[in-house]
Each structure stands twice: as C-alpha cells, then as structure tokens.
C-alpha cells in the first residue's frame, strides 16, 4: 500500500517552508508543493532529513499524495494569490477536502471563500499563523476557524505543530467562518500598538534623556524580568544592542520609516464598523503612516523647528516613570482589542472564548506576554467584566500608574516629543472613566443642524428643540 501524506503546505517561501519542516518534525507526513519547483528542491536538498516529505512538481501529483480527505495548507500572499490558489486546487479536490488559509488574509474575504467552497462541498479553513519564521519552524500560535468538523480532522496536526506552554498547545477552535483570521487580525493589531508605545518609550530616553542605544537596551532588559515581561521587549533590548560592522548601534543606521501590510489598519477599520474606541492601535497605524512622509517631516523640521533644550538629568524615578506609562498604556492596547473581539463575537455569531484566545497567545505569537496569564483568568469560564481594565489586576495596575502616566505624557507634550499612543491611551481612560462627559453638547449641536433628536436625563424619549425657529422643545416618535 502507497504511503500517503499526513497534511499537504503549497507556497514554499519562508512561511510555508517553516510550518512544511515543523509538521514533518512533530512526525507527520509532508506533502510540498511551489509554483516554482526551485523552492521544492531546495527545501528538500536542505531539510529533507528532517522528516518525511512527498515533494511534487505538479498540483495533480501533490493532492494525490495526501490521505483523504485531504488537509491543504495554503501560504500565499494575501487577496487575489488567495482565490488563484483555491481555483488551482479545486479540480483536484475530492468532497470533503479542506483547504487551510494560514495567511493575513482579510476576514471578510474568508467569510466569502468559506461559503464559495461550502457550495462545492469542499471546507475551508481561515487560520491565522503569528510567530514569523522562527515560529512557524519552532511552534506558532495558531488561530483556526471553520466548522468543528473540519477543524476536528487537522486538530492532531495543527495542536502538535503550536506552541507550548505549560502543557497546553497555542491552538484551539476558534469559530466558524473567518473567525480565526479576524483574531488574528485583532492580534496583529494590538502587536501594533504594542511597538508603537515601546518607540515611544525609546523616543523618551533617547530624545529627552539623551540616552544611548546601548544604555537603553539595558533598561529594557531589565523590564523584562518584571511585568513587562513579553517577547517583544525581550526583543527590543536586542535590537537595541545590536552593532554594526562599524561598532556603532545598527538601530542608528536603520531608516525611520515602518513599513506596514495592512491587518493594523484592517483592526482600526473594522473597530469604526463596530463601533469600538480603538484609540491605541488606531494612532499606531497614524504613526507608521507618518513615519513613511520622510520628505514632508525634514522639509517641516526646517520649517517648523523645535526649541534647542538640553537632555535631562535621569534617575531610576524618571525610568521607572516611563516603565509605568508604558504598562498601563499596553493595558488599555489590549482591554480595547479584547473589546472588539467581543463585540465582533455578538455581531456575527462566533461565540469566541476569549479566555482560550489569551491561553493560545501566552506562547509562540508576537504579543506573547506575562500579563495575558492575567487576562485569561479575567476571562475563565465565560466570567470578565465589560471592560479588562474594570477587572480588579488591571484596575490596581492603572490607578498605581496614573501619576508617572499624566507625568511622562505632560514631558512629552512640554518637549515636543509625539506619543500618540501613551497620549490616547491616557485620554481613553480619562474618557471610560467618567459617568458624564461632555456629548451632551455635541448632541445639542446634532439636533440643532441636523435634527438628529437628544434624549434627556429627567424624562423618556426622544426630543428636538425647534432652535431656530420659536425655540420649543417637542417630543418625537424616534
């Protein structure tokens, strides 16, 4: 009997070889397939004793090769690369056959394709992968959604290749349709705001303080034996450390424009459809887009230029400062994201749990932290407030750190320096902490161009003031 693979990987760059070479080590077997078959040679000339691969140069030979009904990874560029690839697929396919998107594709576009293959009774798998490379080879965390029954044949499979942290895999069901890329979504999307207020933070010690790559690296490494302790600051003291052939830090000479490939903007755009205050990830979408106008800030820094002021004397005071700033900022990054997450659950029927979602991302993605421990406790057994920072842990954890928080933001503003992301995170906090703000006037102004109604605090329903005509107040049917 012809020896079958376990799980098919077409798209062999970088991604898609990684997860092809982690599956064939965790012993399954590996079907692989490239349009262009130089990239299947060379990951078999280079990893091919790494387990047990069933290469192929044609797409017939390669779904033959894998027992049915047959589990196809696809690692492609997101959009139209996505949609080729299916209709590459699909005539080679036997009902049942399920073909997995393991990249950053749009959840509206997965929704679409999820129902586009129902119809030729084929399943489709929407499966956000977050780790990078290194990940995708060592243990990603990894977001599927689907039906449960198809979920179900790739479980073994996928929850082997996760991530694994005490015990339990980085992997679970997310829910049907394009609920797996949708969180990841969410996860990319925090993974923003998350870099932007560590920029920030390294804005502050470098612009302010005067302090160098080096010494900075230092400090956060030393942030990363406490609470914000987190692959990415782990990262940060590392790129911070780095030197160049020159002996000089490589973070000097890197350009300071951040490129970006859309799933931030997609989570900002998608909390305006939902309605959610996304301040945190939003200005850090603003801020990559600032960053990419190189020629317009030189020309306006000629214009426009800040006041010579000398860098400021540090001590541990300033730097635990900032340390605060940043953590109550992250808070709030993740309570708005978490937000969305449940809001988007109730709109469109996918009944996350977001408990599991904090336990699949405590190992193998970016934002992989130590407060998400926290977060899942939030969120165990369908329990956790509205809002993460009304939970007890994160309550305490942002009134310790409102005065450094206001303190640092206030030194930013006084010294020019931009952070839009501790900036509208403070103001988000200051604005979902008040009972009564100051709408009231903005719907006075609605009605009064627009008659757009107001409700009032004293009695029910709807009113409009007749403002410029006799100025009576009438009750409407709205």
């Excluded at 790559?213 to 990262?235: P, Q, R, V």
């Excluded at 306006?300 to 900022?329: F, N, V």
């Excluded at 407060?371 to 057994?381: D, G, M, P, T, V």
Aim: contains cysteine.
């Amino acid at each position: 009997m012809t020896e079958l693979a376990d799980i098919g990987v077409m798209g062999l760059a970088v991604m898609g070889a990684n997860l092809a070479r982690n599956a064939a080590r965790k012993g399954f077997g590996v079907a692989v397939y490239n349009r262009h078959g130089g990239r299947t040679d060379e990951l078999i000339d280079n990893y091919g004793s790494e387990g047990r691969f069933f290469p192929a140069k044609q797409v017939a030979d390669f779904v033959a090769q894998i027992a049915r009904p047959r589990p196809i990874i696809i690692m492609v560029k997101a959009g139209k690369p996505v949609d080729e690839v299916i209709e590459e697929l699909i005539p080679h396919l036997d009902e049942g056959d399920i073909i997995i998107d393991g990249g950053n594709s749009l959840f509206t576009d997965t929704n679409r394709r999820f129902h586009y293959l129902t119809e030729k009774k084929l399943r489709f798998i929407g499966m956000g992968v977050s780790g990078g490379e290194e990940g995708a080879l060592e243990g990603p965390s990894m977001m599927p959604g689907g039906t449960r029954e198809a979920y179900a044949r790739i479980e073994p499979i996928v929850t082997r290749m996760a991530a694994q942290v005490d015990g339990e895999p980085c992997c679970t069901y997310i829910g049907t349709e394009g609920s797996g890329h949708f969180v990841k979504m969410v996860h990319n999307g925090i993974e923003y705001a998350d870099m932007q207020l560590i920029t920030e933070a390294y804005d502050l010690f470098k612009t302010v303080y005067g302090l160098d790559a080096g010494a900075i690296s230092k400090i956060f490494a030393d942030w990363n034996t406490g609470e914000l302790n987190s692959y990415l600051i782990e990262i940060t003291a590392a790129v911070l450390a780095k030197l160049d052939d020159t002996g000089k830090p490589l973070v000097d000479s890197i350009v300071d424009e951040a490129e970006q490939k859309g799933t931030g903007r997609w989570t900002a755009q998608s909390a305006l459809d939902l309605g959610i205050p996304l301040t945190s990830i939003t200005e850090a979408v603003f801020a990559r887009a600032l960053s990419a106008r190189r020629s317009a800030r030189a020309e306006a820094e000629k214009l426009l230029p800040h006041p010579a002021t000398a860098t400021l004397p540090i001590d541990q005071a300033e730097i635990d400062a900032i340390r605060d700033a940043l953590y109550a900022s992250k808070i709030v990054a993740y309570a708005q994201g978490f937000e969305q997450l449940t809001v988007a659950s109730q709109q469109y029927g996918w009944d996350l749990k977001l408990d599991e979602l904090a336990t699949i991302w405590r190992g193998g993605c970016i934002i992989r932290a130590r407060f998400l421990n926290r977060i899942r406790e939030a969120y165990k057994s369908g329990g956790g407030a509205a809002n993460l920072i009304l939970e007890d842990y994160f309550r305490d954890a942002v009134l310790k750190a409102e005065p450094a928080w206001r303190k640092v933001v206030a030194l930013a503003v006084e010294k020019g320096i931009p952070v839009p992301a501790f900036a509208s995170s403070l103001a988000y906090y200051d604005g979902l902490r008040r009972a009564r703000g100051p709408a009231n006037l903005l719907q006075g102004l609605r009605d009064y161009f627009g008659a757009h109604t107001y409700a009032r605090l004293d009695k029910p329903g709807k009113f409009h003031t007749r403002w410029s005509q006799d100025g009576s107040e009438v009750q409407t049917s709205q």
